[in-house]
């Protein structure tokens, strides 16, 4: 790729990389240069080709203006250890004691000082490996600049989730938060996270799991629309691992949520799901890779869109099966429901595949929501309006689905019926 | 309660005329049938009546209670007391069955400005309901006819008919697909129904669901028309000899 030459991308690169202790600087300093080296991602990037990156990478964070609607809480009944987060700044009265049984939750902040941590083999590893064959400029500038983050360490089976809170308060906010996530061997942990973050929210994750472990990953953006988000998970899975992600988003004028994964252990099993609604200037890009390095690997991704009024969906999502990768089973399907004939959903699904003996599949498909379903609805006294979001409900279930905890499907469901319901007032 | 004069719709993707002229009044209390070989235009009379898209009325009227059925949305006739058992329920994946009963029932005591059933409330009367249709729990629960058998369907849409408790019913050929043990246990739900202030109109193509739901009235279309009126023996004529004589003799 290009040297950055763009008048606007020249000042996220020139920023002075944060104090700190000698394992994280020596972390920076090489994602500093990773990134040097690429240049931030430019419109003429294929890999931008649907997605304008100018507002992520723009000096200051495009003003957003907050949400004034009722939020409804979510996760509620969900016992949890809450860690909060406002505009990307770590929230200690908010917060719980960071303090769970076989994990151990630090922030960033608080270790980045020390000059040795066990985060240092991690912090910046999978998002340096994340960054071949395709580049990924703006999480290497996260691993750069971020000052704050949660490392949690699971090795044992987690008592309850962790969930990480973010909340926008300021117009201006521009926040970057890398949390880095080691599983031992058989460790087990879900994680959740939910809220808007700020005006612009950078965001990585890395998911490191030894054999065995499992990892249960929810995730909600929005009802608020005035903000945009780039955010990164990069996971690698070693031998039996399983590792899920769900996501949920609710408007949004700008998100991007890349996922990442290798599956470098044999039979190990990866699920990248999403389901996410909007309208009018809603853009919302799910892009995702996926490589199976090992035997008998198991993928899935399922993303599900709905959009309305003009709104944009972006589905990039690519399966590579490497030589000697025998048996791998993966599958792909992203599918947009559109509201009206201004919507769009622009897919490049791809498999690209070196072993001869797997079963690979995918499909991807955008239409409008089914007339005589509708009329069955109505024709029960169901008006148009709730007829429509059952319909939407129904469309989105298939991604929904593949949440595991039953609790927490309820939950997000739920939490998906209630936005819905206010919408109507 | 249901009246239709001279009624003419056209289908609209072939501009093709399929009622040419259909009179037909049901009374509150009456069970009326309609019979009629393939293609005589039963199946359009019940789409146009609850107001399915695709279809232009050119000609008359249709009024449930004096009020215009035509110029309603398909909500608004539901909520104004008309109900029709589908003759292919549509599967709705990812709704549960119960979520769906409780917003239809609750949207429509919305439209009439009634207060909403407690979930509570809902949940005896659907479960007793349910019961008297050997519908269990795993039904209710599972997504709206996702899975269910052809009598499976047909059961449900007798239980939203009794959830619902619509003032005018039409079955359109409820019968159909249903072995006789189906067949007999839709028809008790039926039956059960039948009072003094509730209409129905049974259209089937055999005279066996006549059997167990017996009609005051039967009709025999042909040809986007009423040809025949008479009593139930109507039905049992067109048994015996088919519709054939019936046809010719109009002709």
């Not at chain 2, 009326?32 to 050119?58: C, D, F, Q, W």
Request: aromatic share 6%; charged share 25%.
């Amino acid at each position: 790729m290009a040297a950055p030459q763009a008048k606007e991308s020249a000042a996220p690169l020139a920023r002075p990389l944060p104090e700190g202790g000698v394992w994280i600087t020596a972390a920076r300093k090489a994602a500093q240069a990773r990134l040097a080296e690429m240049g931030l991602p430019q419109r003429r990037d294929e890999y931008w080709k649907f997605t304008k990156p100018d507002s992520l990478t723009a000096p200051e964070a495009p003003h957003a203006v907050l949400f004034q609607g009722e939020v409804p809480e979510v996760f509620g009944t969900v016992d949890r250890l809450r860690i909060v987060f406002v505009d990307g700044v770590f929230d200690a009265q908010a917060s719980d004691d960071l303090a769970l049984e076989a994990v151990r939750i630090e922030r960033l902040a608080d270790v980045a000082v020390q000059d040795i941590h066990w985060a240092r083999d991690l912090y910046g590893t999978l998002e340096a490996r994340g960054q071949d064959p395709v580049p990924r400029p703006l999480a290497a500038l996260n691993t750069a600049q971020a000052c704050d983050g949660v490392l949690i360490h699971v090795t044992g089976r987690a008592s309850r989730p962790i969930h990480i809170v973010y909340v926008h308060k300021s117009e201006t906010s521009d926040a970057i938060l890398h949390h880095c996530i080691r599983l031992d061997e058989g460790a087990e942990l879900t994680l959740l996270e939910t809220g808007p973050a700020a005006a612009r929210f950078n965001k990585v994750i890395e998911v490191d799991m030894a054999e065995r472990a499992t990892f249960h990953h929810l995730r909600i953006q929005g009802p608020d629309h005035e903000r945009r988000a780039i955010t990164h998970t990069f996971a690698r899975l070693a031998r039996e691992a399983v590792f899920k992600t769900f996501t949920l988003t609710a408007n949004g004028v700008l998100t991007r949520n890349e996922c990442v994964v290798e599956i470098n252990g044999d039979d190990a099993s990866a699920h990248v799901a999403g389901a996410a609604m909007g309208g009018g200037d809603f853009h919302h890009d799910d892009t995702v890779f996926v490589t199976h390095d090992a035997l008998r690997g198991e993928s899935r991704q399922v993303f599900k869109k709905v959009l309305g009024n003009g709104a944009t969906g972006v589905f990039q999502g690519k399966i590579l099966v490497k030589p000697g990768a025998q048996k791998t089973d993966g599958y792909q399907i992203s599918q947009a429901l559109l509201l009206d004939d201004d919507s769009q959903f622009l897919a490049k699904p791809e498999l690209e595949i070196y072993a001869d003996d797997v079963a690979c599949s995918h499909g991807s498909t955008s239409g409008a929501i089914d007339e005589d379903a509708l009329y069955y609805l109505r024709a029960r006294g169901i008006p148009r309006p709730i007829a429509t979001d059952l319909m939407v409900v129904s469309f989105l279930a298939e991604a929904v689905a593949e949440i595991a905890d039953e609790g927490l499907r309820d939950e997000i469901i739920g939490h998906f019926e209630v936005w819905l319901e206010r919408r109507h007032g | 309660m249901l009246e239709i004069k001279n009624l003419h719709v056209d289908l609209e993707e072939e501009d093709k005329a399929i009622l040419k002229g259909v009179n037909l009044t049901v009374e509150a209390g009456k069970v009326h049938a309609i019979m009629g070989p393939n293609g005589s235009g039963k199946s359009t009379l019940s789409y146009v009546l609850s107001g399915r898209g695709g279809y232009t009325v050119t000609e008359g009227s249709a009024t449930l209670d004096g009020e215009n059925l035509l110029e309603m949305e398909p909500e608004e006739r539901a909520a104004a007391g008309l109900f029709l058992a589908f003759q292919y329920p549509v599967e709705i994946p990812g709704v549960g069955n119960m979520t769906f009963l409780r917003t239809a029932v609750n949207a429509q005591r919305k439209a009439r400005g009634e207060k909403e059933i407690s979930a509570a409330d809902f949940l005896k009367l659907v479960r007793e309901k349910a019961k008297a249709l050997k519908i269990d729990a795993d039904m209710l629960k599972r997504p709206v006819n996702v899975g269910f058998s052809g009598g499976e369907k047909k059961r449900n849409e007798i239980l939203q008919m009794a959830m619902l408790e619509p003032r005018m019913c039409i079955l359109d050929e409820t019968d159909s697909g249903l072995d006789v043990d189906a067949m007999r246990l839709v028809a008790d739900g039926v039956n059960a129904l039948r009072d003094e202030g509730r209409g129905f109109l049974v259209i089937t193509h055999y005279q066996r669901l006549l059997d167990h739901i017996v009609p005051d009235v039967v009709h025999i279309m042909s040809d986007g028309r009423i040809i025949r009126t008479g009593g139930p023996e109507l039905a049992l004529e067109v048994e015996k000899n088919g519709y054939a004589d019936i046809l010719t003799e109009v002709v």
